[in-house]
């Protein structure tokens, strides 16, 4: 398939992009690389450098692709940034989210699989969280992927544009040749990691009185890999629909700390803190649903083995991509 991604040069889609091609798919990367890096682009994949907000180049790059489906990863992603500037959330995800999809609408593309999270569940009411469980987000970020996820709805009742919303929980990890380099990085294992790596002398565990075994938060890490096969399956399937991504299990902050010390050999000196605003005690997915209809099955369901595909890339690339 002729594959139009917005947000390649970023985390997530990076590695989703080397996987499509790998599979024989051709790429066309749609980037501003506000948040993406040109190293990132895998060379193998058209590029452009684009806006979502943009909606003529838009128009003008999704028809030069030819493209039969749209993969969207790209949007802003920081919670604690929406907390305190909303505007740019709703512009850069909503308004640019729709005209992605009036630019699909225009050019007869048909199919797009997007990039949700389990943020659209704001703080859940009980774990794991199915998709049956409401979702009532708790910041202006998955506010904007839930609106997102709303508007994918109507597009298809409307213009037969069929869509698969892949809501993800803690992505992680790296494949041999793309990894996680956020420019503002406040995610935990990156974090970490960059103590072992001697460029910071500590990481902050933020609260340590969570109702949780050790009081720490307790998250789903799923393997950068995983999602990318999510992709796939999605990319494949012909209804419209919306799937929880983990692998089911929970690991606290201070187990992540204990498994980079393992990986990575290193002491990792932490110092406690107070409580990240917005942060839920516990966030764990149930993906039977994806596991049901589209046959997806996580492959790397020890935390180890994320953290050491992460740790042997951040070995590689100290300074990240270096932009
Ligand atoms: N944490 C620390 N120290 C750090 C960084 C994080 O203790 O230096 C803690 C956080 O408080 C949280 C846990 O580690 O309890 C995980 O934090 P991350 O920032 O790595 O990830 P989040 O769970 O906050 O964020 C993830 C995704 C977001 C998504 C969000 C939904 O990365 O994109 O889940 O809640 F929006």
Same mark, same amino acid.
């Given at each position: 398939?002729?594959i139009f991604v917005t947000g390649g040069a970023g985390y997530i889609g990076s590695v989703c992009v080397e996987q499509m091609l790998n599979s024989g798919h051709e790429v066309t990367i749609f980037d501003n690389l506000s948040e993406g890096h040109r190293s990132a682009v895998d060379p193998r994949a058209s590029f452009v450098l684009g806006d979502l907000?943009?909606?003529?180049?838009?128009?003008?790059? &999704?028809?030069?692709?030819?493209?039969?489906?749209?993969?969207?990863?790209?949007?802003?992603? &920081?919670?604690?940034?929406?907390?305190?500037?909303?505007?740019?959330?709703?512009?850069?995800?909503?308004?640019?989210?729709?005209?992605?999809?009036?630019? /699909?609408?225009?050019?007869?593309?048909?199919?797009?699989?997007?990039?949700?999270?389990?943020?659209?569940?704001?703080?859940?009411?009980?774990?794991?969280?199915?998709? +049956? &469980?409401?979702?009532?987000?708790?910041?202006?970020?998955?506010?904007?992927?839930? /609106?997102?996820?709303? /508007?994918?709805?109507?597009?298809?009742?409307?213009?037969?544009?069929?869509?698969?919303?892949?809501?993800?929980?803690?992505?992680?990890?790296?494949?041999?040749?793309?990894?996680?380099?956020?420019?503002?990085? +406040?995610?935990?294992?990156?974090?970490?990691?960059?103590?072992?790596?001697?460029?910071?002398?500590?990481?902050?565990?933020?609260?340590?009185?969570?109702?949780?075994?050790?009081?720490?938060?307790?998250?789903?890490?799923?393997?950068?890999?995983?999602?990318?096969?999510?992709? /796939?399956?999605?990319?494949?399937?012909?209804?419209?629909?919306?799937?929880?991504?983990?692998?089911?299990?929970?690991?606290?902050?201070?187990?992540?700390?204990?498994?980079?010390?393992?990986?990575?050999?290193?002491?990792?000196?932490?110092?406690?803190?107070?409580?990240?605003?917005?942060?839920?005690?516990? &966030?764990?997915?149930?993906?039977?649903?994806?596991?049901?209809?589209?046959?997806? +099955?996580?492959?790397?369901?020890?935390?180890?083995?994320?953290?050491?595909?992460?740790?042997?890339?951040?070995?590689?690339?100290?300074?990240?991509?270096?932009?």
């Amino acid at each position: 398939m002729r594959i139009f991604v917005t947000g390649g040069a970023g985390y997530i889609g990076s590695v989703c992009v080397e996987q499509m091609l790998n599979s024989g798919h051709e790429v066309t990367i749609f980037d501003n690389l506000s948040e993406g890096h040109r190293s990132a682009v895998d060379p193998r994949a058209s590029f452009v450098l684009g806006d979502l907000k943009d909606l003529s180049g838009l128009v003008a790059a &999704l028809s030069g692709a030819g493209a039969d489906a749209v993969m969207h990863f790209a949007a802003n992603a &920081l919670v604690g940034e929406s907390m305190t500037n909303p505007t740019k959330y709703f512009r850069n995800n909503v308004t640019g989210g729709m005209h992605l999809l009036e630019a /699909m609408h225009e050019c007869g593309v048909r199919k797009i699989v997007f990039s949700s999270t389990c943020a659209t569940f704001g703080t859940p009411e009980r774990v794991p969280i199915d998709e +049956t &469980l409401p979702q009532l987000p708790i910041n202006p970020y998955g506010e904007s992927k839930l /609106m997102f996820e709303k /508007m994918l709805r109507w597009y298809d009742e409307i213009h037969g544009i069929r869509y698969v919303a892949l809501r993800y929980f803690n992505a992680a990890g790296a494949s041999e040749r793309f990894g996680e380099d956020h420019r503002i990085e +406040t995610h935990l294992i990156p974090n970490v990691l960059k103590v072992a790596l001697g460029q910071k002398d500590e990481v902050s565990i933020f609260g340590t009185d969570y109702e949780t075994p050790d009081g720490t938060c307790v998250r789903d890490y799923i393997h950068i890999l995983d999602l990318a096969q999510a992709h /796939m399956l999605a990319l494949g399937s012909e209804r419209s629909a919306k799937y929880n991504l983990g692998t089911g299990g929970g690991t606290s902050v201070r187990e992540i700390v204990a498994s980079c010390e393992r990986v990575t050999g290193k002491k990792i000196k932490v110092s406690e803190q107070p409580r990240r605003p917005g942060d839920p005690a516990r &966030l764990i997915a149930s993906s039977d649903r994806i596991h049901r209809e589209l046959g997806w +099955t996580p492959k790397y369901q020890s935390i180890d083995q994320i953290i050491e595909s992460a740790w042997a890339w951040h070995v590689k690339h100290p300074n990240g991509y270096g932009d």
